[in-house]
């Protein structure tokens, strides 16, 4: 559970800090007094990366040579930790316990988040890259030695793709290529497994979303009736060409259905966001069968684009599930229905308690 966060020149917000229910925790305020921001720096902690830009520099307030954001959790068996990150331009420092951590995961290890906001019909609309790091997030808090052999899998990627562009000896591609090889199988079943349990799930969630069948696939990258050497083996010639690795797990996708038909560019964007808030909501769904504690689900403006019976079935959903729930709105209105223990008021970017 999060109990608290404090932020310092995160984007707009110089100094805050915050308590949050074990619950729920509304946040209401005009646009661009720092509700997106506040979502943003706990995300941010807990995964490495925004969910609204690639570009860490843009995270700073303006003139600041640094941002922190630090986090006290609650642990399962009832004790505290505090986690922190603090960015600036030449470095980022992690400390997980009052000791330096090495990366991210001893983060988001002891703190599962994911995120709607107004952008994620995103994952529909948008290439593979997305539906992935929404994929993995999954496998890797179900399936702990997951994250092993896709570490090795990554660094022997980028090994083969520097040495294919820079005309390598075939004997040093063909290392990388039996190293990606090796962790492949591992990834492959791991996601494999994990998808086989979040499919059914996300039918059952897309149908009462969106009033119709919907289903959810998966492709590893490669070819089902090779292996991955026998696959990299043939697209050789155009992996050399080209400078890159073109199948793998890093090429793996999901795909949705609805009605029997391709959902992307079929369905409108009010569509797309249900179909996307479904697969992290079928996601928190298929962790709490493998976990005590709650993932802690951030809702930004969830009324942008749901017409009043679309944001009903989505609350309804979210009120069911095991989460602690950080939500924003313009207004309170925006909130009801929601089981908020303490709210907030944000202006000009100071946070003020409400209840």
Known sequence: ???????????????????????????????????????????????????????????????????????????????????????????????????????????????????????????????????????????????????GPWRRYQRALKQRNASLRAHASTDLVETWTSEMSLCASRIDQARRVYAEQLAPEFSRLGQEMLGAPVTLTYGRGWDQAMSLEEALSRASERDHRIGTTTVGPHRADIGFRVGGKVARDRVSRGQQKLLAATLVLAQIAVRARHASEPTVLLLDDPAAELDVDSLGKLLAVVSRLPVQLIATSLTPQGLSGMRLGRMFHVEQRKFTSML
Not at 57 to 78: E, M, N
Request: proline share 5%.
């Open 1 to 147: 559970m999060l109990a608290s966060v404090e932020l310092e020149n995160f984007r707009c917000i110089e100094q805050a800090r915050l308590e949050f229910d074990e619950i729920g925790t509304g946040v209401v305020g005009p646009n661009g007094s720092g509700k997106t921001s506040l979502l943003e720096a706990i995300y941010f902690l807990a995964h490495g990366r925004s969910f609204r830009t690639n570009v860490r520099s843009r995270l700073k307030g303006p003139h600041q040579p640094y941002f922190r954001v630090v986090a006290s959790v609650i642990r399962p068996d009832g004790s505290p930790v505090s986690c922190g990150v603090q960015v600036s331009e030449s470095e980022a420092r992690l400390r997980v316990g009052g000791t330096d951590a090495s990366s991210i995961s001893d983060v988001a290890e002891l703190l599962p988040v994911q995120v709607i906001d107004p952008s994620v019909h995103r994952v529909v609309e948008e290439g593979s890259s997305r539906r992935r790091r929404l994929l993995d997030w999954g496998v890797f808090h179900v399936e702990h030695d997951f994250l």
